[in-house]
């Protein structure tokens, strides 16, 4: 039976389908620009400046969804090594350590695109790019649009974990 595509549906993967959409038009943008360049000697001037653009879009908003659906890579060999108990508190400290890493990572991400559009003095001056003159920002705030997402996650899987927890406790309690 087919999918039948819903906002709901679309909203909850729109991370994913940002990231797909961006990275299609990269490969799509990259290889016209090759057939411009190498065969018809005339290449798309502004290629690169969009294409690095979009892939600032595919790399950040891609991390959120890698992480939503627990995708990075990790190196668990020592945590697998520990007792049960110890594995548990070792997990939660990391969740908290991820989390602390993860909201620092959204306040100077997000300080950076606050500083392509005003100086230092407050005053507005919104950086351009060098050829399509398109403000930066657009490229810049796909990073504290990525490193939110993640910490919107992050507190999701901590809250589910503590649940989950309690609901163990209260499970071993009653039997």
């Known amino acids: 039976m087919k999918n039948k595509i819903t906002l ?18 990269c490969v799509v943008l990259v290889n016209a620009n090759v057939i411009m360049r190498y065969f ?29 659906k627990h995708s990075h890579l990790g190196v668990d060999i020592v945590i697998n090594m520990l007792p049960e108990k110890v594995k548990g508190i070792v997990k939660a400290i990391m969740s908290v350590v991820e989390l602390l890493v ?3 990572l959204t306040v100077i991400s997000s300080q950076y695109v606050y500083h392509l559009i005003f100086s230092r003095s407050g005053k507005l001056k919104i950086a351009m790019t060098d050829l399509l003159r398109v403000p930066k920002w657009w490229t810049g705030i796909a990073v504290p649009i990525g490193f939110g ?27």
């Open 102 to 104: 993860l909201i620092m």
């Open 8 to 25: 709901k549906g679309i909203l909850t993967n729109l991370d994913a389908i940002i990231t797909g959409v961006t990275l299609s038009i």
């Open 40 to 68: 018809l000697n005339s290449p798309i001037h502004w290629a690169e400046e969009v294409v690095t653009s979009l892939f600032v879009w595919t790399v950040f908003i891609g991390s959120a969804y890698a992480y939503r």
């Open 149 to 175: 997402l993640s910490v919107i996650y992050s507190v999701y899987f901590m809250v589910k974990n503590v649940r989950a927890y309690l609901d163990a406790k209260r499970g071993a309690v009653k039997e």
